[in-house]
């Protein structure tokens, strides 16, 4: 079974989310709530503001921890199977990867403020940081691909 990258969840998740918006209610079930109804429980604020500054900020530590620690576990001797060895090892195109990873995210995030889903919004983004962050400490915590050889 292949397993989906983030990238076509997120895709998938907004799909489903659009979709949902523009079904029309069943005759026997009750009116959707108008819009003035929505903005009084949902608190409007600005894409830009503190909070989104500092996720933002995070997602890019957790990238560039990403590439820092991959770097790390590849001197060290060890296989990166997630990604092709012409970016892995070519230094520009896998900073382009991790930078395009954080813009990514970034948009998803926009895309979800614009449509109103302001708590997907910010958990987007504290769950790339969660991810990344586990995936950056197990890429530390791997141990050393060379072999030593002890001499007696």
Request: proline share 5%; aromatic share 8%.
């Given at each position: 079974?292949?397993?989906?990258?983030?990238?076509?969840?997120?895709?998938?998740?907004?799909?489903?989310?659009?979709?949902?918006?523009?079904?029309?209610?069943?005759?026997?079930?009750?009116?959707?709530?108008?819009?003035?109804?929505?903005?009084?429980?949902l608190?409007?604020?600005?894409?830009?503001?503190?909070?989104?500054?500092?996720?933002?900020?995070?997602?890019?530590?957790?990238?560039?921890?990403?590439?820092?620690?991959?770097?790390?576990f590849?001197?060290?001797?060890?296989?990166e199977?997630?990604?092709?060895?012409?970016?892995?090892?070519?230094?520009a195109?896998?900073?382009?990867?991790?930078?395009?990873?954080?813009?990514?995210?970034?948009?998803?995030?926009?895309?979800?403020?614009?449509?109103?889903?302001?708590?997907?919004?910010?958990?987007?983004?504290?769950?790339?940081?969660?991810?990344?962050?586990?995936?950056?400490?197990?890429?530390?915590?791997?141990?050393?691909?060379?072999?030593?050889?002890?001499?007696?």
């Amino acid at each position: 079974m292949k397993t989906m990258s983030l990238t076509a969840i997120l895709v998938s998740v907004l799909a489903c989310l659009s979709h949902a918006q523009d079904a029309t209610p069943l005759p026997d079930t009750p009116a959707p709530q108008t819009k003035p109804e929505v903005a009084a429980r949902l608190p409007e604020h600005k894409f830009w503001d503190r909070e989104n500054i500092l996720l933002f900020t995070g997602v890019g530590i957790v990238r560039g921890m990403d590439f820092a620690s991959t770097k790390n576990f590849l001197a060290r001797g060890r296989q990166e199977i997630l990604i092709p060895d012409d970016i892995v090892y070519n230094d520009a195109a896998f900073a382009a990867l991790e930078a395009a990873a954080a813009a990514t995210s970034i948009g998803v995030s926009y895309v979800l403020h614009r449509t109103h889903h302001h708590k997907m919004e910010r958990w987007l983004s504290i769950g790339h940081i969660a991810v990344g962050g586990f995936g950056d400490v197990r890429n530390y915590c791997l141990k050393t691909g060379h072999r030593t050889t002890v001499t007696q």
